[in-house]
């Protein structure tokens, strides 16, 4: 009678775990270009599509600089009507905003502010619009007097600036301050001078 002493059957189970996952992340990156084009934080995003909300913003921002994610995101937008040409349109109306474009004095001096149809597209660059009024009422209510007044609030144009300028590889000069505490400076110039009984272009030369 045989006996098969030691032998073990290999079992042979199906790969379908590796399609699973690959159908799964591209899921979750489908779900995050969606979040994102509605306005949601990189951590919102990847919270929601059930990433750790201690390393959801990294994973998010990883995820979007892969290239092909980068590529659905941009169809994305362009469907929205969101394109580059677009946004750099926006960003110049910004950046270039004039207060005379929205409002005019008179010879007179008194400041009016421009109908919308008279700014045109320079109504973009209107962050926000204010109106303040003052009425005076007399002792059965009706009024004497009232004033009037319009405040505009532009966006913020040295930032739109910027921002332009780092688009075109124009970086900004960043300040960097060092604080040297104690009698370091002191000791540092005296070093230079030779006034520490050393002869200081000696030290400097060498």
């Known amino acids: ?39 949601e934080s ?9 990433l750790s909300p201690k390393t959801a913003a990294s994973q998010v921002s990883q995820i979007l600089t892969e290239p ?7 169809l994305a937008l362009e469907k929205a009507g969101i394109t580059i040409l677009g946004l750099c349109q926006e960003l110049k109306t910004m950046a270039f905003s004039d207060i005379k474009d929205h409002m005019r004095i008179d010879e007179h001096g008194a400041i009016h502010a421009l109908t919308f149809e008279d700014m045109g597209e320079k109504t973009k660059a209107l962050k926000k619009i204010k109106e303040i009024t003052k009425k005076t009422e007399a002792a059965d209510g009706t009024v004497t007097f009232k004033d009037s007044r319009i405040e505009f609030e532009l966006y913020d144009k040295l930032e739109a600036v910027k921002f332009c300028s780092q688009l075109k590889g124009m970086h900004v000069p960043q300040k960097h301050e060092v604080d040297i505490v104690g009698n ?4 540092v110039a005296a070093y230079l001078s030779g006034k520490d009984g050393t002869d200081g272009d000696s030290k400097k030369a060498g």
Request: hydrophobic share 35%; no cysteine; charged share 30%.
């Open 68 to 74: 092909k994610v980068m590529d659905e995101l941009r």
């Open 42 to 50: 990189r951590e919102q995003a990847g919270i929601k599509t059930g």
């Open 184 to 187: 370091m400076a002191a000791e």
């Open 1 to 39: 009678m045989p006996y098969n002493v030691g032998v073990k059957k290999k079992q042979i189970q199906p790969k379908t775990h590796a399609p699973k996952t690959r159908i799964a992340s591209a899921l979750r990156r489908k779900k995050i270009i969606q979040a994102v084009i509605k306005g």
